[in-house]
């Protein structure tokens, strides 16, 4: 039941004059309605994780990381590796964030975070296996926020996603006893598709991509939605307002091919090998 | 359409579809499960109300709206509204502590955000508003039928609102797309699309997905969500009048 202390009583009052601006097809930072703020992503940024990824949407800030270790399997997934996503909003990345245990904005981030990923089957826990049913990889994706203006879930779901596709863990082999023996070698990931995050804010009639945090202070409603290359693998919806169905639709339809887009920026961003940066243009 | 329903997950042991197009308890593919509505059944809430759907025992309760505890927190233009989903330990098949999970406090969020859409929140300037929900029996779904609960509680405490809030999921389980999923095909099944809707504003609040679908599937799949919302809010209006405004009504009225 925890509850943001930020009132955001300016950005209400402004809410009229982003309107009007909406009402032109412009928004406060001068891109157009539907495009997205530059992305920039980085990989392999820390070397003691087994993949990691910083990602800069516009001012937002995150920086992913993976590391994994051998576990039981869960009892209804025997034959499958385990995937545990966790976001922290960490107190450095606003003046509004208070220190304490994840409140429900960090715990809703992970999960839909988590839900994007697992959903489009990104990751194919079925190989992450060293011993059916009794030994199998965790994979755990620590997610942190440095710097919030806005669309942190697109901005969390790229880190993760790229600190996934860019992981080299530790190889296992059974030694003669049964108990499991590190090769030395580190191995990818076995990765089949790339899940793209893209989320849209409502404010008045207007729909809008990636929110900044002004923008969020004012919306109506947001919908954050995940595509693999074949459709839709994950929604949430968010905010106090409410979507009308013809509006989500053309949204989804709309989104998907946005997707695309944003889904060419991530490859570019991990094509581009250690510790470099790719700029994409954002829209 | 048609490939989607060929993936991994086709291969499984239990058809939760039969070559009759039965579901697992029996029900077509847009049927729903046997609902039971009831308002007004806790005397200190200021509204109440109770959802059986399928297996699902759900109880909603509202207090309010009363002065902002602690102070801090109070919104000048408007009243701060809380939620609090919560599943009795007893309430699945494996004993679940009663502390809040991560996925408790998610889902009191998102539960939370879709019937202030229909709460005047700025009628109410400086107050809170409590619900609590407390899942008695989970049976898939519970999310939805906590929505269409605590709706129906929020009415019974005559909190002004623009419409009333009917949810319930939809899902694709076997390659088809179903309404209304009951336990084991919530948890077997391919998708889960829980969605909360008022019909009247024609808005949604609630829209969740796990799960793949191909656009065209989704369009479907929210198509039947969107009718049997329709179908809850009929429900939702039905129990209200009869509480309020029928002269006798069997038991419904016990604790006004």
Same mark, same amino acid.
């Given at each position: 039941?925890?509850?943001?202390?930020?009132?955001?009583?300016?950005?209400?009052?402004?809410? =009229?004059? +982003?309107?009007?601006?909406?009402?032109?097809?412009?928004?406060?930072?001068?891109?157009?309605?539907?495009?997205?703020?530059?992305?920039?992503?980085?990989? *392999?940024?820390?070397?003691?994780?087994?993949?990691?990824?910083?990602?800069?949407?516009?001012?937002?800030?995150?920086?992913?990381?993976?590391?994994?270790?051998?576990?039981?399997?869960?009892?209804?997934? /025997? !034959?499958?590796?385990?995937?545990?996503?966790?976001?922290?909003?960490?107190?450095?990345?606003?003046?509004?964030?208070?220190?304490?245990?994840?409140? &429900?904005?960090?715990?809703?981030?992970?999960?839909?975070?988590?839900?994007?990923?697992? &959903?489009?089957?990104?990751?194919?826990?079925? #190989?992450?296996?060293?011993?059916?049913?009794?030994?199998?990889?965790?994979?755990?994706?620590?997610?942190?926020?440095?710097?919030?203006?806005?669309?942190?879930?697109?901005?969390?779901?790229?880190?993760?996603?790229?600190?996934?596709? *860019?992981?080299?863990?530790?190889?296992?082999?059974?030694?003669?006893?049964?108990?499991?023996?590190?090769?030395?070698?580190?191995?990818?990931?076995? $990765?089949?598709?790339?899940?793209?995050?893209?989320?849209?804010?409502?404010?008045?009639?207007?729909?809008?991509?990636?929110?900044?945090?002004?923008?969020?202070?004012?919306? !109506?409603?947001?919908?954050?939605?995940?595509?693999?290359?074949?459709?839709?693998?994950?929604?949430?919806?968010?905010?106090?307002?409410?979507?009308?169905?013809?509006?989500?639709?053309?949204?989804?339809?709309?989104?998907? &091919?946005?997707?695309? =887009?944003?889904?060419?920026?991530?490859?570019?961003?991990?094509?581009?090998?250690?510790?470099?940066?790719?700029?994409?243009?954002?829209? | 359409?048609?490939?989607?329903?060929?993936? /991994?997950?086709?291969?499984?042991?239990?058809?939760?579809?039969?070559?009759?197009?039965?579901?697992?308890?029996?029900?077509?593919?847009?049927?729903?499960?046997?609902?039971?509505?009831?308002?007004?059944?806790?005397?200190?809430?200021?509204?109440?109300?109770?959802?059986?759907?399928?297996?699902?025992?759900?109880?909603?309760?509202?207090?309010?709206? #009363?002065?902002?505890? /602690?102070?801090?927190?109070?919104?000048?233009?408007?009243?701060?509204?809380?939620?609090?989903?919560?599943?009795?330990?007893?309430?699945?098949?494996?004993?679940?502590?009663?502390?809040?999970?991560?996925?408790?406090? =998610?889902?009191?969020?998102?539960?939370?955000?879709?019937? &202030?859409?229909?709460?005047?929140?700025?009628?109410?300037?400086?107050?809170?508003?409590?619900?609590?929900?407390?899942?008695?029996? *989970?049976?898939?779904?519970?999310?939805?039928?906590?929505?269409?609960?605590? *709706?129906?509680?929020?009415?019974?405490?005559?909190?002004?609102?623009?419409?009333?809030?009917?949810?319930?999921?939809?899902?694709?389980?076997?390659?088809?797309?179903?309404?209304?999923?009951?336990?084991?095909?919530? #948890?077997?099944?391919?998708?889960?699309?829980?969605?909360?809707?008022?019909?009247?504003?024609?808005?949604?609040?609630?829209?969740?997905?796990?799960?793949?679908?191909?656009? !065209?599937?989704?369009?479907?799949?929210?198509?039947?969500? +969107?009718?049997?919302?329709?179908?809850?809010?009929?429900?939702?209006?039905? $129990?209200?009048?009869?509480?309020?405004?029928?002269?006798?009504?069997?038991?419904?009225?016990?604790?006004?």
């Amino acid at each position: 039941m925890s509850i943001s202390r930020r009132n955001f009583v300016v950005e209400r009052l402004r809410k =009229e004059k +982003l309107k009007e601006l909406l009402a032109k097809g412009q928004r406060l930072d001068g891109r157009g309605l539907r495009d997205y703020r530059p992305l920039s992503i980085s990989t *392999s940024v820390v070397s003691k994780a087994e993949g990691s990824a910083q990602v800069y949407l516009g001012n937002t800030a995150v920086i992913a990381g993976v590391k994994t270790s051998l576990d039981r399997p869960y009892r209804d997934t /025997p !034959d499958r590796g385990n995937l545990i996503v966790n976001a922290e909003l960490l107190p450095l990345a606003s003046p509004y964030i208070e220190l304490g245990p994840p409140n &429900e904005n960090a715990i809703e981030l992970a999960r839909v975070v988590d839900r994007g990923i697992r &959903e489009s089957g990104m990751v194919d826990m079925t #190989k992450m296996v060293v011993k059916p049913g009794e030994l199998v990889y965790s994979i755990f994706v620590d997610i942190n926020v440095l710097n919030i203006d806005g669309n942190l879930l697109d901005a969390a779901s790229y880190a993760a996603v790229a600190a996934l596709a *860019s992981s080299r863990v530790p190889e296992y082999t059974l030694g003669d006893n049964g108990s499991p023996v590190q090769t030395g070698n580190r191995i990818p990931l076995p $990765v089949t598709t790339i899940p793209v995050s893209i989320t849209a804010a409502k404010i008045g009639e207007y729909v809008l991509y990636d929110p900044t945090e002004e923008e969020e202070a004012v919306m !109506d409603t947001r919908l954050t939605m995940a595509f693999t290359e074949d459709g839709i693998c994950a929604l949430q919806k968010g905010g106090s307002g409410g979507w009308a169905p013809a509006e989500v639709i053309e949204l989804v339809e709309g989104s998907f &091919e946005k997707a695309k =887009e944003i889904r060419e920026q991530i490859r570019r961003g991990l094509g581009v090998g250690q510790a470099e940066t790719a700029q994409g243009t954002g829209s | 359409m048609a490939q989607g329903s060929e993936g /991994p997950e086709a291969q499984k042991e239990r058809r939760l579809i039969d070559d009759q197009g039965k579901r697992t308890d029996g029900r077509g593919p847009n049927d729903m499960r046997p609902l039971r509505l009831e308002v007004g059944m806790l005397r200190n809430a200021d509204g109440s109300a109770y959802i059986e759907l399928g297996k699902n025992k759900i109880v909603a309760a509202v207090y309010g709206p #009363k002065e902002v505890h /602690p102070r801090h927190l109070v919104l000048p233009d408007r009243m701060l509204v809380k939620c609090r989903y919560h599943m009795s330990p007893f309430s699945v098949e494996e004993r679940k502590p009663p502390q809040p999970s991560r996925r408790e406090i =998610e889902i009191s969020k998102v539960i939370r955000e879709a019937l &202030e859409a229909a709460i005047m929140v700025d009628q109410f300037p400086r107050t809170a508003l409590d619900v609590f929900v407390e899942v008695l029996e *989970s049976d898939g779904g519970s999310r939805g039928a906590s929505i269409t609960a605590a *709706s129906l509680a929020l009415a019974n405490a005559g909190i002004p609102m623009r419409d009333m809030v009917a949810a319930c999921a939809v899902g694709k389980v076997d390659g088809q797309i179903v309404l209304d999923l009951n336990d084991v095909e919530d #948890k077997e099944g391919e998708v889960d699309m829980p969605v909360a809707y008022m019909p009247n504003l024609d808005r949604i609040t609630l829209l969740q997905m796990d799960g793949k679908l191909t656009i !065209d599937e989704f369009k479907r799949a929210l198509d039947l969500a +969107l009718q049997g919302c329709r179908q809850l809010y009929e429900a939702q209006r039905k $129990v209200l009048y009869a509480h309020y405004f029928s002269s006798s009504t069997s038991g419904e009225q016990k604790g006004q």
